[in-house]
């Protein structure tokens, strides 16, 4: 095993991003040893912000201040961290990021390690591991749009591990900021002292370095025995393309020595130390592991011979959202399968198990954090791996309640009973449930509870977030508990559309709940269309039939004969439509003479006849199954 580390900076990048090197780091002198960094010099924080707020760029200016990185000479404030183009697109970071810097204050240089936390509601978990190895966190809020729902759930994370909160109002420099307003809104909120909250411009720098000092001068160093058998504590990985999976750890107790054996608590594998690393600080450890599942998160290590009391458990990810992916050319499933056991390395949190399908053929069915999380992996399969694919309805995993007592998880719907059958044992349905709150200006509130409501929420409750003196800018948290399945579609767009942009989200797990479901299955010209399965409320069976069944009339093309299509729940038909029959010639109102034209259509054709799927007696192209599925 090789302990990497670098003296001055650490930066823990996806593999095909820059890793700063040592040299980057101007300001830092040279002679530094890691040994020097004793614990009471040593700052673990992380910064934990609603979406949007700054949390990259504030990074990058701490990055720049301390030399750890050159400031741009554009004088353009872009961004270090590279992000994908979802990520871009949506404003989030998906995958936590960390980096050290050295930054003398109080005549000692002091390291820092920013433990970088991801900004969305699907990346809770990574959040909450990375939170494990801070002491303290930087609390920022956007000045202008202030206290959003999600620094009110990592806020309350943060302190119940009972990290030292700095706030920080970011964006100052916005003319529409209210820094004032804002920070009685925080003050009211989170119950901190308004004396402690820093006003800042991460994106002039304006104020930065007071952060800096505060980072120093409030978070405490943690506290670690030098001569107490080694503890690291995994909080990370990732995978690198030469070096295999890279697990990152922080120190809690000991010195990790060159020489040392290292063993996991966990999976007890042994490897070998080639650096040091002393008790605070924060490294990175490559061994020649290929698989990311060996490195398990929230795992401890110790030195071989001295064992230690694990750490206190981590939950492991739990996949909350399922969707079958299939290559729209048949052919091309051994590499798709090659590239998403690519890609998972890099991102351990993603399931995969083989699934097959009548109409779509072989492909993987896929357990993601989050619908966000799965368009993350979606794009990148077809960025970075060129994959033509086909992605079906997002399922979350559903729990049968047998006759005996005993439980089983669905996370595909082609698995579900179909309750008219005499055999059935199953009796009862549960589906998981969450607890959502969503903060929103006071004018939005009536749309909001309209939303709520149609997506079957309960227990609906809301207050005022305490704002200043003008009422004009009252908004509202609203709280509900509402099924998983309701939000995974297009709940977060719709929360958007109808409030002007203005509601902000966020979710924690809820349990499971009773639930009256069914299987629907579409039906054309009488058999069944597997990959379109679905599982619905009866409450919304209707609805979503009608709808199902007249997108599938638009997208089918039209056959040599009549094809009904329908929509049914057990025996019961919910809703049909009848898709009129084609005429013979395909050709036909080409009219003679376009010989090139009718030549290009012919071919086209062929090329088409090549994804055809036959579903009984109906041949269907595998786009429409792509036109389908898109949402
Ligand atoms: N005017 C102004 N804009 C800022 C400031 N800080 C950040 N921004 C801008 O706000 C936007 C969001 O900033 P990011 O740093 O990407 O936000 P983030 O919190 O890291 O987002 P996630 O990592 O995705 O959660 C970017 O366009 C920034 O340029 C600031 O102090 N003033």
């Given at each position: 095993m090789n302990i990497l580390w670098r003296?001055?900076?650490?930066?823990?990048?996806?593999?095909?991003?820059?890793?700063?090197?040592?040299s980057a780091c101007s300001n830092a002198p040279r002679s530094l040893r890691m040994e020097e960094f004793t614990p009471d010099v040593i700052r673990n924080f992380s910064i934990i912000a609603h979406i949007d707020h700054g949390k990259s760029t504030l990074a990058d200016r701490l990055l720049e201040l301390t030399g750890t990185i050159k400031k741009k000479e554009s004088g353009k404030n872009e961004q270090v961290l590279d992000k994908l183009k979802v990520e871009r697109e949506r404003g989030i970071t998906g995958k936590a990021q960390t980096a050290s810097m050295v930054h003398v204050a109080n005549g000692k240089p002091h390291l820092l390690n920013l433990i970088d936390t991801p900004g969305h509601v699907d990346f809770a978990w990574e959040v909450s591991r990375s939170l494990a190895a801070c002491q303290g966190a930087l609390l920022l809020v956007d000045a202008s749009q202030g206290v959003q729902a999600q620094s009110i759930s990592v806020f309350h994370v943060a302190q119940e591990r009972g990290l030292t909160i700095i706030p920080v109002l970011n964006k100052i420099d916005l003319p529409a900021a209210q820094p004032e307003l804002i920070a009685s809104q925080m003050t009211a909120t989170f119950g901190i002292n308004p004396e402690d909250i820093l006003a800042i411009s991460a994106k002039t720098?304006?104020?930065?370095?007071?952060?800096?000092?505060?980072?120093?001068?409030?978070?405490?160093?943690?506290?670690?025995?030098?001569?107490?058998?080694?503890?690291?504590?995994?909080?990370?990985?990732?995978?690198d393309r030469y070096r295999g999976v890279i697990s990152l750890v922080n120190i809690q107790d000991g010195i990790l020595r060159k020489g040392d054996k290292i063993a996991s608590c966990h999976t007890r594998k042994k490897e070998e130390a080639t650096d040091i690393l002393?008790?605070?600080q924060v490294g990175y450890i490559a061994c020649n592991m290929k698989e990311s599942s060996e490195a398990h998160i929230g795992d401890t290590l110790h030195r071989v011979g001295e064992p230690v009391p694990p750490m206190p458990g981590f939950k492991p990810s739990k996949a909350m959202v399922y969707a079958g992916i299939f290559p729209i050319d048949t052919s091309d499933f051994p590499k798709l399968e090659e590239s998403i056991k690519r890609l998972t390395l890099t991102d351990r949190s993603v399931t995969v198990t083989r699934e097959s399908s009548s109409a779509l053929g072989q492909g993987c069915r896929l357990g993601f954090l989050g619908t966000l999380h799965m368009d993350v992996f979606r794009q990148r399969l077809e960025d970075e791996y060129d994959a033509n694919i086909i992605i079906t309805a997002p399922t979350v995993p559903y729990k049968l309640v047998y006759k005996d007592g005993k439980e089983k998880f669905i996370s595909n719907p082609t698995d579900f009973p179909d309750f008219n059958e005499s055999s059935i044992r199953v009796t009862e349905v549960q589906e998981p449930v969450v607890k959502a709150s969503i903060i929103v200006p006071e004018e939005y509130f009536g749309d909001m509870m309209e939303l709520c409501y149609s997506r079957r929420a309960e227990e609906l409750d809301h207050r005022y977030l305490s704002s200043g003196p003008d009422a004009s800018s009252s908004r509202i948290i609203l709280t509900c508990v509402i099924p998983l399945s309701e939000i995974v579609t297009d709940f977060f767009d719709q929360l958007k559309g109808r409030s002007s942009g203005f509601a902000s989200f966020d979710y924690e797990d809820a349990g499971y709940q009773k639930s009256d479901l069914r299987k629907m299955v579409f039906l054309l010209n009488g058999k069944p269309v597997d990959a379109l399965a679905l599982i619905v409320h009866r409450s919304a069976q209707d609805t979503v039939g009608k709808s199902w069944v007249k997108k599938l009339h638009k997208v089918i093309p039209r056959q040599l004969f009549e094809?009904?299509?329908?929509?049914?729940?057990?025996?019961?038909?919910?809703?049909?439509?009848?898709?009129?029959?084609?005429?013979?010639?395909?050709?036909?109102?080409?009219?003679?003479?376009?010989?090139?034209?009718?030549?290009k259509h012919l071919n086209n054709q062929k090329e088409g006849k090549k994804r055809l799927k036959r579903i009984g007696t109906v041949d269907l192209p595998q786009e429409a199954f792509f036109d389908i599925l898109k949402r």
């Open positions: 003296n001055t900076c650490l930066r823990v990048l996806r593999p095909n991003v820059r890793v700063f090197s040592f720098g304006k104020g930065v370095e007071a952060v800096l000092q505060a980072i120093i001068d409030r978070i405490p160093a943690p506290q670690c025995k030098d001569d107490a058998p080694v503890k690291a504590f995994l909080f990370d990985s990732l995978y002393c008790p605070g094809v009904p299509i329908q929509a049914v729940i057990g025996k019961q038909v919910i809703s049909r439509e009848t898709l009129p029959a084609n005429r013979a010639d395909v050709t036909a109102g080409l009219y003679g003479g376009h010989y090139e034209r009718k030549l």
